[in-house]
């Protein structure tokens, strides 16, 4: 019988990149968030704005942001759907 998993837990986690999914035993898919959070913010792609970005007004190089939302995002909903499967 697997222990049930909290979502919101898992989300709260995610926080620090790749932690949630390592709490719902993803541990490769987490290591892979942290080291690409990681890496993009190390090599400054964070929060660039490419040319046509900033012509039009919208930062196009959110890359690092726009990762770490979605990693979050996936932490919450594999919980979600872990706690609705049956055991």
Known sequence: MRPRKNPAL????????GMGH????QNL?????????GGLEFLGFDFD??????????????SGIGLYGYQIFDA????KMM???PV
């Open 10 to 17: 898992a989300a709260a986690l995610a926080i620090v990149p």
């Open 22 to 25: 390592v709490y719902l035993g």
């Open 29 to 37: 898919k987490g290591g892979f968030f942290l080291l690409a959070c």
């Open 49 to 62: 704005l490419s040319i046509i970005g900033s012509v039009i007004g919208v930062p196009l190089g959110l």
């Open 76 to 79: 919450y909903r594999l919980a």
């Open 83 to 85: 706690e609705s499967e």
